[in-house]
């Protein structure tokens, strides 16, 4: 996605949290009100993954490299 696709779709999920909050929940269902929520958890994690852009680094590659900085240090000295 292009930096200006992102900003529309954040803008597009910013004005679906507004119409949410807007709307009269006590007329919803038990069903409607939990796939409101389960909408808001997937917009805020689509948030999250488009603002962060990093790089993830796995346990298993920290513990590799911190071996891997040992054991060139032992060889070394």
């Not at 803008?11 to 796939?35: C, F, G, N, Y």
Request: glycine fraction near 4%.
């Amino acid at each position: 996605m292009t930096d200006a696709q992102k900003e529309e779709r954040i803008t597009q999920i910013q004005q679906r949290v507004e119409e949410i909050k807007a709307m009269d929940k006590s007329q919803l269902s038990r069903m409607e009100r939990k796939e409101l929520r389960k909408e808001l958890k997937n917009m805020k994690k689509e948030v999250r993954a488009t603002e962060k852009g990093g790089v993830f680094v796995s346990t298993a590659a920290i513990i590799a490299g911190i071996l891997l900085i040992i054991l060139i240090l032992v060889l070394v000295l």
